[in-house]
């Protein structure tokens, strides 16, 4: 990028006013623009164009793009050891879609290691919204008719882009992620797009792709640009999730 300033939106601009991902800055990695609104139009542009808000209480609303991306593909999630032992004796199972509210409420709870949440309450009406236009989903993992685990995020096309994940029990989480790894290597969905890395990511199996080849991948992926139809509905057994 040839300079340091940060594209600035308004409430009034049109959903495709965002700069080209290309101008996103390198510190604070990919920060791309600021302001605009959270409507239902912009948001689906941005992220069919790799673009996704991150911010937090009394700042501005900011809009990332980092390179490299953290995505999985199909077959790369890493299912460990210890993971299909507890796969094979649990008694969770996973539902899709039933408690959406409690799952994104229970994303924007405090964690143990940081201060605040990232997740507003206008992002939380905004996604909502999504949800209700059929755009949002919740994979929850439920136990003796608790919800214990999950994450949400969007489908365009046949690209699921998370947004974040919860577990109040151990290993809810990649449970969450399990059934995602099972629509990737069904072809459900051909991409899961993680957002930002993180150690926990990586040893599940996440890769680090260039931002230009996620691009790409999203041109394709997003096409036609459509809520996903059909969702398998019912509860399936985490046991269930293991490969044959």
């Known amino acids: 990028m040839s ?16 700069p080209p991902v290309s101008a996103a800055l390198r510190e604070p990695d990919g920060l791309l623009a600021a302001g605009g609104s959270l409507q239902i139009e912009r948001l689906l542009y941005a992220y069919r164009h790799g673009i996704f808000p991150w911010y937090e209480d009394g700042q501005p609303l900011l809009w990332w793009s980092p390179d490299p991306r953290c995505v999985f593909l199909p077959g790369d999630y ?10 094979r004796c649990t008694s969770a199972e996973i539902r899709v879609n039933t408690a959406f509210a409690d799952v994104i409420r229970a994303c924007a709870g405090p964690r143990r290691s940081e ?8 992002m939380i009406r905004a996604y909502q ?12 993992v ?3 008719g608790q919800l214990c685990g999950g994450l949400y ?5 046949r690209v699921f882009f998370g947004e974040s994940m919860f577990s109040e029990i151990a290993n809810a989480s990649k449970m969450a992620l399990l059934y995602l790894a099972r629509s990737l290597d069904s072809g ?7 957002q930002v890395s993180s150690a926990h990511l990586l040893s599940l199996g996440a890769r680090m792709i260039p931002r230009s080849e996620f691009t790409e991948l999203l041109e394709t992926g997003c096409n036609p640009v459509t809520p996903l139809q059909n969702w398998p509905g019912g509860a399936v057994g985490c046991p269930d999730l293991l490969p044959e």
Do not use: K, Y
Request: with cysteine.
């Open 129 to 140: 919204q999504l949800h209700e236009s059929g755009w949002a989903h919740s994979i929850e």
């Open 78 to 87: 890493h299912v460990s050891r210890r993971l299909r032992r507890e796969l």
């Open 188 to 194: 459900e969905i051909e991409m899961l797009d993680c």
């Open 115 to 122: 201060q605040g949440t990232w997740i507003t309450a206008d």
């Open 3 to 18: 300079n340091n300033r940060v594209t600035w939106l308004s409430t009034s601009d049109p959903p495709d006013s965002f």
């Open 142 to 144: 439920w136990r003796a």
């Open 153 to 157: 995020g969007l489908v365009i096309g």
